[in-house]
Structures are given as structure tokens and as C-alpha cells.
């Protein structure tokens, strides 16, 4: 046995000491440090950051982004998604028109509510429509009219079973790519347009939230005494009470409307972020260095923005986007039963509310396409709230 | 000169923090005596505890063990006895924990599972060990350690916080001899008591290690307590070790700047207010540590050399070892003359 | 009981009445802030002046509001709810047919939650940092980020329309009725009376609408369950036994989960106020014949009676469930037991 007597190799040259956390690192790289830092739950900030981003575009630019006025009926009920293209077909070689001649000026023939219906009405071209397809198809077949438009989708099996049809022009009209509504209005519209109403009501409900909550929170924590235990015991009852069952109760009696539905939700979550500044407040109270600081004489009110602030702060604001993430699943569900907004406003939740009859007779776009996007910006809500509770609330790194 | 039970060479547990890599224990290398009490003293975060944990090679995520050699010898009475723990795998690792190697922790009101009763602790380790014992003389056996602690047998089968502080600590010394086993680790076992606990607590251990031959490290920062129990002494600062030796010669001769520090900031009631030792600087950032000798920027005595080359741990007495180049003029001079 | 355990219980009592006149007040006056006249709301346009005031007088909105208020809370402690406003029953039976379905419902969403919420997140606790730790977690966000409504739609249009193998409404097929009403849960029932196709048609049609709502929530339980179990495997009786040799899957399952459990039974207390909320949403898509259905379609009607008792109802089972979880928590708490 024995200890080593010889000297260490290696430590002959002092360790150069480079710092991590530089101060003098621009915003940027500390944005790209955080990676380092903090490993997955950063990719998870920042994808939930990305969402509530394109979320915010979407909702400045959409009347920009949005194809068509969401609330108008342009296309044909219930075209599927990818639809509402149109094909000029013809008897072969009795066509009047070539390829690339328009069609303004000949008579053509269309079917009731059909993509072309509403497609010539726009264009004011003159047609001639019938009430069903196979009359439209028969129409062509005797001659009646020289051309007709069909659906793109169908020319296919139109051409299989005449095949003395051809086809003269394709890709005339509209694609609808998420398909359009039983009223005949382009569900990508609405969809972009409805990004606008739902972060608007779940930002402004959070926002009325906070600001009752919050200050309440903290006067309450303050204060103590009667005061506080009397407001703790208020806001327990309502916090223990089922969230979508006060929202129901509260937007059936003060009627449909974007202010109504706001209102609702907002009472929903007041007492969460009470607690959260309450808890806060007190807890840190609690803590060692503000009883030193009052100690040292300093006055209230700075020990409030000094000590206290700063570890609220935090906390706020991951539950802020958590409550985002949960007023926009209210909202929608409170649509869903009925009791949303007004129905001139394009609103994802009340998609889904139309779109649940139609469900049976095999349209599933009406309801797939909002329900991807609740999901996604809810989740992309939530995971911003948990990765930024992450970072924000750093847990001690053990050993 | 005693048997040795556990040789440690070159142990190095580094942790991989988001700051950088922190090494906790710097290629430390020492030898525990059979049958002695070994105290570890040093400041919070020179490493004592983490070189107690990487014994049962208890160190997680995200510490490992980088480098070294364990040989636990232990006292031939197990397979595993003579071998490098390094080379168990984990479920073997398993065997020797408790049953040859015993931890006692820090706090113990934290350290008893709150929703199982005194009686269930013991059954339980007994059992994982000794698969064979039945239930009846699992309890039985616990009921004669908790005894032998001085506990009322009755106290057995109530749960850990119905217990008061000086009690759970017995609960757990009782746990750490249930298998009978040949080294006891006490991390900062009695910082949590209050002193007359404390000292109840330290007569207990101190019996039973003569009772049942049992070898003993105590990590501790309170050298008080070493010069009671121990028979050595090992000084760490900053991941190695400063000095080891004897206690009677370490306290009467001590040779490193750090441990003379350490023993004259002790105060005692005679002193006067303005005699209070104070040591210079801070502890030392373990991801980016001063180069040289790690002591350099706060010794008193400082030289050229400190702050260069690290100073090897050299036999200076009897049995009396010391990492400082205060006493390594010969070397010293070889440097100096080659430069 | 200990007088720890009675001290608890009863002190959890005292808290509960306050509490729920609170919520009762509350329901009180928010249903009666409704912009107009109730009486109009329901009678709608072209009713005469009589037929409202007659209406008035026997629903007793003539009456000054603290009158009608105190009268309302007279009635709630005879268990009177008042009598529907649309249809002349008394509220308190509509409540009675319709509240066991919702139970129904709840108990076996809560059987699906809790065991898809305990194993998941357990799981993840125990391999904390690693891939499929944020694997769950990420999908447990997603989970709770699908709007129940819309998860039970997809499930509708695919297991039921798509692939028929399950039905997508109401509790029986058409045609099938319970032949004795015990309890009210008709697959309860089914066994009780040992009819087993009526039980197989039952299960089958409890499948969806319980999946739909168990998963969704099942997306926060796995989450608490994972934070229960990260806090108490951080635990120092953990690390010691780990010193003593003992098996990492006892440590986590045995010894951390029965502390865990503790904490997580009050979650259930938390469960069934979202259970109670999704329920409304659930019976909605899936047209099962509970209370939440019953509120949904009497909101329409602005029978504002049936809507404040069973709203109130359900604050009441909320308020029940939170004491008898929380007792059974000084139950299963040995330090609150002592």
C-alpha cells in the first residue's frame, strides 16, 4: 500500500478559464445557448413559441392570407377538400370551343348548387342549369347544350360510362382545398379567419383573468386576516367548481356574443391566477431574505417590487399561456354545444358544431380540419406554458 | 499496522453540469484500515460525500465515476471479497450494499420511508439479502438490533415520525448493521442531532464498533467529532486530499496550510472575540479550479511553485501524508534548476 | 378513528359548508342576471301580459330577490329543487333519471384514465430525461389538448361509421331496456340480474363515450402522477435504500409509489370535477342521456329551474367527492392517522 509520489501529469499548464455565461453575448446567441442549456424542453419553448407566432400572422394577416370572405356562400355545399375544380366537357368533336377559347358567350350546361352553378353565376357567364346531374348529363348526351361542367373529380367515371364525351378545358373555378361547408362557404377561409376570433377570445378572457386575479392575489396575500381567508374560501369554491359548467351557466344567461363568451371564461379562470399570486406572495414571504430585508427596515412597498415581483413574474406567465391554451378549448367547447358566438363570425368551434349533423352522410372535413387546429394551438399553448415553467423555475441541478 | 479493508485508487467522479464539467473528486487515492474509525473532514463541497457515495458507487445521474479502482478486501467472508467493485455489474453491486458496505445518512427523518413501519425497514433489508429467512425470524432478528440500540421493543411498529430525532438515528444504525456489515459510511451523520443527541449517538457507534469489530468512515465538517471517535484523519479541499494521518499527529503536527486553518478557525470559549480565526478567499469553483495546487490562492504561505504543479500526497512521518510543497523542497529545487 | 383522524374530518366538514353556500349563492345569482325577463325567455313572443304574470306567480319571480333567495335555499335543504319551468316535474326527479347515466359514464372514464394516467406516468418518472419520458409528456399535452368533443367525433366517424364495430349513440340498442333498475348503471344492473347480453350491449355502448373522456383527461393525470412520482423519488428514504441494496422496480413501484398514491388519490378528487365538466361535452357528441345532456337541451328551452338544480347538483356531488377523498387521504396518510 501506498499513496502515489509522483506528480500528476497533466497539470503542469494552468486550466484556462472560459466563462459560459458571458455577459456581453448578444440576444440571439443567448437564444441559441438556451439549447445547450436546457437540452428538449427548449425545443419544446420553441415550438410552442412557433405555433403562438404563426398563430399571431395568421391572425394579423388574415384578410390577406384568406382566399375568399369566409362568410359567403361561394362554392358548392359540401365539396370535399381538394374539390371544386372544374372540367368543360363535350360530345367528341362537337365541341364549339378549343382548348384555350373562353367560355363566356355558349351556353353551358350546370347542375343546381353545384361548383359550377355558383362558379358561371359569379363569372356571369350564361348557362343553362338543371336539377340534377344526370339530367345535366343527359342534356349533353341530346343535345340540348353543346357543353356542361362537371366536377373534376368526376370526369373519370363520367367519360367510363360516355364514352363519347371528351374532355375540352380542365382546372376552371376554384379549388377548395379544406373543402367547403353545407353552406358552401371555403372552409380554408374560415379557418384562417376563425384563428382570428379564437386567440382574440382566449387572449382577451385571459387577459380580464389576470387582471382581476392577479391584483387580488396579491392584496389578499399582503393583507391576511379576514380579508384573506374570507377571499381564499370564495375563490376555492369557485375554482373547485367545474370550469365548463360555470362557463355554460354564466354564456347561457347572458346570451350569444363575443363579449358575453369573453365574460364567461374569464370568471372561469380568475381564481387561478389568484391562487398562483397568492401562493406566491406567501411563500415567498416566507423565505429567509425578505424577513432579513424588513429586518434592515426596508419599506413595503419595496420589498413588494424588489423580492416579490420578479418570482411572481414567472409564474404569471406560465400560467397565462396555460389559460390561453384552456379558454381556447372552452370557447370551442361552449360553441360546440351552442352557446358561443353569433354565427356571422367565423368560428372554429362552431364548425365543429355544424359539421357533427353532417358527420352521418360521410362529410368528415367540416369537422377534421378545425379540430387539428384547436388541438394544435391549444398544444402549442400548453407546451409553451410547460417548457417556459421549465426554464423559468429552474430545478437544482443535483449532485 | 492494520489489515487493509477498502483500497481506493485513483478515484475520479466528475459531473456533467450545463456549466461544464465538474470534477468532485480528483484522483484521490486512499486506503481504509480494518477496524478503524476514519474520519473525512473538509468544507461543504470539497467532495467528502461524494467520495462516501462513490464507495457503494451510489453516484447518479448526471455524476459518474470517470476513473478508478476500488479493491474491497472486506473480511473474506463474502464472493466478492479480494475483487475491484468497479467490475460488478449492477445487480451484484446490489449485493454488497447493505450487506458489506452500510450508509447512514444525514437527516434522518428524510432518510425512513414515511409509510412503513421501523419493523418493515428491517424485514425488508434482511430479507432482500437473505432471501431464505422467513418472516418470523426476520422480525425476530429486528426486534433484537432495535433492543440492543437501546429502543423499547414496542417502538418497533410505529412509524418513522412518531419517533423522535435521536431514535430515527439509531433506527438507522440498526438498518446499517442488520447484515452485519464490515464498513459503515456515516455521511454528516449526526449534523441534524443536537449536541447531547449527538453525543449519545457517537457513544452508541463508538461501542458497537468495538463490539462488532466494525470499521468506520466518518464524513463529517465538524472536526470536533473526529478527535473524539477517530483514529485518522483524512483533510480533503476542493476534490483531494490535503493531509491524512493519525489524529494525535495530525492535530499536534499539522503540516498542510488548509488543515491548520481548519483547526484553528475552531473556536474555543477561552478566546477572545478579536482572536477568531478567519481563513481567507472562498471555496473554489470545481469546473474551472485554480491551477497548481488548489489551496494556492488562499494560503498564507504560498510559493512560486503552488500555483504551477500540483503537489503530490507524500508520506512525511509516520503513516503521516501531506499534498503541500512546503514540504517538497527536494523537488522543488530539481524544478527550479531544470527550468 | 383516532382523534387526529376525527379532528381532520370534521374540520374538512366545517370548511365544506361555507364552501357550498358560496357556489350555491353564486349559481343563484348568476342565473338570474340575465338581461330581460325570464318569463319572456321562456313564453317567448306573442305571449299575453296574464300568461307571463301568471307565469311569474307560479315560478315566484314576483317575488323581491332575497325572498325568492331564501325561499331557494329552504328548498335546497328539504332536497327540493323546485319544479321545472318547461315541463311540470319537479327537478329534483329529472335529476334522478338522468344522474346515474352521467355516473355511469364517469366511473368508467375515471377506470380509463386512472390506468392509462398511473402506468404512463409512473413510467416516465422512472426514466426521467430519457426519450420516452418526453415522449409522454408531450403526448399527455396533446392528449389534453384535443378537444373532447372533437376526439369523440373522430372515434364516432372511424370505430363506429367507418369500421362499425362499435355503436356511436345512447346507452342501448334500440329496442333494448333494463328489466330492473337497481342502481341505474345499466351494466351494474345487467350483472345484478344476470343478463349478460343486455351487460355485453351495455359495455358496448359505454366503450367510446368512456375512452373519449377518459383519454383527454388522462393527458393531465399522467402529467401529475409523473410530478408526483419525480418528488418523491427525489426523496432521501429512496437513495437509502438504495444503500441498503434494494432493487431499483421495488424502490419505484413499492416504496414510491405508495408514497405517490397518497397525493394522487386527492387527484381523483380533482378528476371527477373535469369528469363532471367533460361530461356535458361527452354526452353531447355521443347523445348519452345524462345530466350533462339534460342541461345542454334545457338551456334551450331557458328552463332556468331544471338548469340551476342541476348545476347546483352537480356542485354538490364536487363537494362531496372532495370530503371523501380527502378523508380517505387522512386514512391512508399514517402521519394524519397518528
Known amino acids: 500500500m501506498s499513496t502515489t509520489s509522483e506528480a500528476y501529469p497533466g497539470d503542469a499548464n494552468p486550466t484556462e478559464y472560459t466563462p459560459l455565461i458571458d455577459q456581453n453575448i448578444g440576444i440571439m446567441r443567448r437564444f441559441f445557448r438556451g439549447r445547450k442549456w436546457y437540452g428538449t424542453e427548449w425545443y419544446i419553448t420553441v415550438f410552442g413559441g412557433f405555433i403562438l407566432v404563426a398563430v399571431l400572422l395568421t391572425t394579423v394577416l388574415a384578410p390577406v392570407l384568406a382566399p375568399h370572405d369566409p362568410n359567403s356562400f361561394i362554392g358548392a355545399p359540401f365539396t370535399p377538400p381538394g374539390g371544386g375544380l372544374l372540367a368543360v366537357i363535350a360530345r367528341q368533336g362537337e365541341s364549339p370551343i378549343g382548348p384555350s377559347d373562353s367560355i363566356d358567350g355558349q351556353s353551358i350546361g350546370t347542375t343546381r348548387n353545384s361548383n359550377g352553378a355558383t362558379w358561371t353565376k359569379e363569372l356571369g357567364i350564361g348557362r343553362q342549369r338543371y336539377n340534377e346531374e344526370e339530367e345535366t348529363i343527359a342534356a349533353l348526351q341530346n343535345g340540348e347544350v353543346d357543353l356542361i361542367l362537371v366536377e373534376e373529380r368526376q370526369v373519370e367515371e363520367l367519360l367510363a360510362s360516355n364514352p363519347d364525351f371528351e374532355v375540352i378545358q380542365e382546372g376552371l373555378g376554384r379549388r377548395y382545398i379544406a373543402g367547403t361547408d353545407n353552406l358552401g362557404r371555403d372552409i380554408e377561409s374560415r379557418l384562417i379567419w376563425g384563428a382570428r376570433t379564437i386567440l382574440g377570445v382566449a387572449v382577451i378572457s385571459a387577459l380580464f383573468s389576470s387582471l382581476i386575479g392577479i391584483p387580488l392575489g396579491l392584496t389578499s396575500a399582503f393583507i391576511g386576516g379576514k380579508l384573506d381567508k374570507g377571499l381564499s374560501l370564495a375563490m376555492d369554491s369557485i375554482y373547485s367548481f367545474p370550469g365548463l359548467l360555470l362557463a355554460v351557466a354564466l354564456a347561457a344567461m347572458l346570451g350569444p356574443s363575443v363579449v358575453n363568451v369573453t365574460i364567461a371564461i374569464s370568471v372561469v379562470y380568475i381564481p387561478t391566477f389568484y391562487r398562483v399570486t397568492r401562493g406566491q406572495v406567501l411563500s415567498i414571504r416566507e423565505n429567509m431574505y425578505v424577513e432579513a430585508a424588513r429586518s434592515l427596515g426596508a419599506k413595503r412597498s419595496a420589498i413588494l417590487f424588489r423580492y416579490i415581483s420578479p418570482n411572481v413574474i414567472p409564474s404569471v406567465v406560465v400560467v397565462f399561456s396555460l389559460n390561453i391554451a384552456d379558454a381556447i378549448l372552452t370557447a370551442a367547447g361552449l360553441s360546440f354545444i351552442g352557446l358561443g358566438l353569433p354565427p356571422d363570425i367565423p368560428d372554429w368551434g362552431y364548425d365543429l358544431n355544424k359539421g357533427h349533423s353532417f358527420l352521418v352522410a360521410g362529410h368528415w372535413w367540416m369537422i377534421t380540419f378545425p379540430g387539428i387546429l384547436i388541438t394544435l394551438v391549444a398544444a402549442g399553448f400548453s407546451l409553451l406554458g410547460e417548457g417556459l415553467s421549465e426554464i423559468l423555475n429552474p430545478r437544482l441541478v443535483k449532485g | ?109 428524510t432518510s425512513l420511508n414515511p409509510v412503513q413501519k421501523i419493523v418493515d425497514h428491517l424485514t425488508e433489508t434482511i430479507q432482500t439479502h437473505e432471501p431464505t429467512v422467513s418472516n418470523k425470524a426476520a422480525r425476530a432478528r429486528a426486534n433484537e438490533l432495535v433492543v440492543r440500540l437501546g429502543i423499547r421493543d414496542e417502538r418497533i411498529n410505529d412509524y418513522p415520525h412518531q419517533l423522535s430525532g435521536g431514535m430515527r438515528q439509531r433506527v438507522m444504525i440498526a438498518l446499517a448493521l442488520s447484515l452485519n456489515s464490515d464498513l459503515i459510511i456515516a455521511d454528516e451523520a449526526t449534523t441534524s442531532l443536537d449536541v447531547i443527541v449527538e453525543a449519545q449517538f457517537l457513544d452508541i457507534l463508538r461501542n458497537l464498533c468495538v463490539e462488532f469489530d466494525l470499521t468506520i468512515l466518518l464524513i463529517t465538517h465538524n472536526i470536533g467529532i473526529v478527535a473524539q471517535m477517530a483514529n485518522r484523519v483524512a483533510v480533503m479541499y476542493a476534490g483531494r486530499l490535503a493531509e491524512l494521518g493519525e489524529v494525535h499527529d495530525v492535530f499536534k503536527r499539522t503540516l498542510h496550510p488548509y488543515a491548520d486553518g481548519l483547526l484553528k478557525a475552531v473556536p474555543n470559549i477561552l478566546m477572545d472575540e478579536d482572536e477568531l480565526y478567519k481563513m481567507e478567499g472562498s471555496p473554489p469553483n470545481l469546473i474551472a479550479p485554480p491551477p497548481g495546487c488548489r489551496f494556492h490562492p488562499r494560503c498564507p504561505r504560498v510559493m512560486e511553485i503552488c500555483s504551477q504543479r500540483v503537489p503530490p500526497l507524500v508520506e512525511q512521518g509516520e503513516q503521516h501524508y501531506t499534498a503541500c510543497w512546503l514540504y517538497e523542497d527536494s523537488l522543488e529545487s530539481e524544478e527550479v534548476a531544470a527550468s | ?173 334500440a329496442g333494448n331496456t333494463p328489466e330492473e333498475t337497481i342502481t341505474g348503471l345499466y351494466t351494474i344492473d345487467a350483472i345484478l340480474t344476470l343478463n349478460w347480453d343486455l351487460f355485453v350491449d351495455a359495455v358496448r355502448h359505454l366503450i367510446l363515450p368512456a375512452v373519449t373522456l377518459g383519454l383527454v383527461l388522462a393527458g393531465i393525470f399522467i402529467r401529475l402522477t409523473r410530478a408526483n412520482m419525480l418528488g418523491v423519488l427525489e426523496q432521501d428514504y429512496i437513495t437509502a435504500g438504495r444503500a441498503r441494496g434494494l432493487r431499483e422496480r421495488v424502490l419505484v413501484y413499492k416504496h414510491g409509489l405508495r408514497n405517490a398514491a397518497i397525493p394522487i388519490v386527492t387527484l381523483l378528487g380533482l378528476q371527477v370535477a373535469l369528469l363532471l365538466a367533460g361530461a356535458i361535452l361527452t354526452e353531447t357528441t355521443f347523445s348519452w342521456p345524462g345530466l350533462g345532456r339534460l342541461v345542454v337541451d334545457r338551456i334551450y328551452d331557458r328552463d332556468f329551474t331544471t338548469l340551476q338544480g342541476s348545476i347546483i347538483f352537480f356542485a354538490l356531488i364536487v363537494a362531496l367527492v372532495s370530503l371523501l377523498v380527502d378523508v380517505l387521504y387522512g386514512f391512508l396518510d399514517p402521519r394524519i392517522r397518528y
Open chain 3, 1 to 173: 378513528m383516532s382523534t387526529g383522524l376525527r379532528r381532520y374530518v370534521v374540520v374538512r366538514l366545517l370548511l365544506t359548508i361555507p364552501m357550498l353556500l358560496i357556489l350555491v349563492t353564486l349559481v343563484f345569482f348568476v342565473l338570474r342576471i340575465i338581461p330581460g325577463d325570464p318569463a319572456l325567455a321562456v313564453l317567448r313572443e306573442g305571449a299575453s301580459e296574464e300568461q307571463l304574470q301568471s307565469f311569474r306567480v307560479a315560478t315566484g319571480l314576483d317575488q323581491p330577490l332575497h325572498v325568492q333567495y331564501l325561499e331557494f335555499l329552504g328548498g335546497l335543504l328539504r332536497l327540493d329543487f323546485g319544479e321545472s319551468m318547461t315541463r311540470n316535474v319537479p327537478v329534483i326527479d329529472e335529476i334522478k333519471t338522468f344522474f346515474p347515466a352521467t355516473v355511469e359514464l364517469a366511473l368508467a372514464a375515471m377506470m380509463v384514465t386512472t390506468t392509462v394516467g398511473i402506468l404512463f406516468g409512473v413510467y416516465a418518472a422512472h426514466h426521467r430525461k430519457k426519450a420516452s419520458d418526453y415522449g409522454i409528456r408531450i403526448s399527455s399535452i396533446i392528449l389534453y389538448s384535443i378537444p373532447i368533443f372533437w376526439l369523440g367525433l373522430m372515434l364516432q366517424m372511424i370505430v363506429g361509421a367507418k369500421f362499425g364495430w362499435l355503436p356511436v349513440s345512447g346507452r342501448l340498442s
Open chain 2, 1 to 109: 499496522m492494520r489489515e487493509t479493508l477498502y483500497s481506493i485508487r485513483n478515484l475520479t467522479v466528475d459531473y456533467h453540469t450545463r456549466l461544464g464539467n465538474l470534477r468532485a473528486v480528483d484522483n484521490v487515492s486512499l486506503d481504509i484500515q480494518r477496524g478503524e474509525i476514519l474520519g473525512l473532514v473538509g468544507e461543504s463541497g470539497c467532495g467528502k460525500s461524494t467520495l462516501g457515495k462513490a464507495l457503494l458507487r451510489m453516484i447518479q445521474d448526471p455524476g459518474e465515476i470517470s476513473n478508478g479502482e476500488l479493491w474491497f478486501n472486506g473480511l473474506g467472508r463474502n464472493w466478492y471479497d479480494g475483487s475491484n467493485l468497479m467490475d460488478l455489474s449492477d445487480a451484484q453491486m446490489r449485493e454488497v450494499r447493505g450487506k458489506s458496505i452500510s450508509m447512514i445518512f444525514q437527516d434522518p427523518m
